[in-house]
């Protein structure tokens, strides 16, 4: 029987090396995979380019590895609610390669799948598609976006089973699968991780063949980015 578990995220983050592209799933703070990111800031990796909609806020998620200068490059669709990314950014001391949201998505879509690149409208006319092919297409103008070249793919399921079939909760299903089998190691961290044949073969959203690494994560903080309440 397949069997893709390993014991610790220690085990499961093994091989990632300074200067490697990784993928990170999650937007914002919804769905990401919060015990990786730490253990990651503990391996002190350095030069790393972090493909991920955006990088949380200052000091929690991705913001952790920007407060220690890990990040060389962040593609991302936005900024978002993190001052050190911003800061960053404009003082020049982090490349930031800003992508249409859509854009990057399908851009993770395509390595999965295998599709080297693609044509869309998004971004024609504007900086985004500075050095890139156009095409017209019955009269319209599109770019043309290469699919993403990853070492390694971080996923956050809700829960998962020991062959790497995955199930995403709610609004944390985001970006999380079109990132699975779309960098050449996938690692997936679960809420709960159970036996093979224990999930409903009608509810998992990504079979384990995208996954190559699964563990069960030891704590999860779910932290609101901004929570807004109503006055009594």
């Known amino acids: 029987m397949i069997n893709k578990k390993v014991n610790s995220v220690q085990e499961a983050l093994s091989g990632i090396q300074d200067g490697m592209t990784i993928m990170l799933g999650g937007f914002g703070l919804c769905g990401i995979p919060e ?20 990088a949380g806020v ?12 890990q990040i060389k490059t962040m593609i991302s669709s936005y900024v978002g609610e993190n001052a050190e990314f911003e800061r960053q950014m404009l003082s020049g001391e982090l490349e930031v390669i800003l992508t249409p949201q859509g854009t ?7 390595a999965q799948v295998g599709i080297p690149a693609f044509y869309t409208p ?16 019955n009269g319209k ?3 043309m976006e290469e699919a993403f070249q990853a ?8 829960k998962g ?18 990132m699975c089998g779309a960098a050449k190691i996938t690692v997936a961290e679960v809420e709960e991780l159970v036996p093979v044949g224990e999930l409903d ?21 779910k932290r609101i980015e901004q929570k807004t309440t109503r006055e009594e």
């Open 122 to 137: 998004a971004g024609y006319g504007t900086e985004v598609a500075e050095g890139k092919e156009t095409r017209e297409f």
């Open 35 to 54: 015990n990786s990111i730490a253990e990651l800031v503990e391996m002190n990796l350095k030069n790393l380019t972090c493909i991920s909609n955006n």
């Open 201 to 221: 073969p009608n509810s998992i959203h990504i079979p384990g063949i995208f996954v190559q690494r699964i563990f069960q994560g030891n704590h999860f903080e």
């Open 151 to 158: 070492d390694f793919s971080i996923v956050k399921a809700w």
């Open 104 to 110: 990057l998505a399908e851009k993770c879509r395509a």
């Open 58 to 69: 200052d000091d929690f998620g991705l913001g952790m590895l920007l407060q220690k200068r």
């Open 141 to 143: 103008m599109y770019v």
């Open 161 to 178: 089973d020991e062959a790497g079939n995955l199930i995403f909760k709610a609004t944390a299903r985001n970006f999380n699968p079109v």
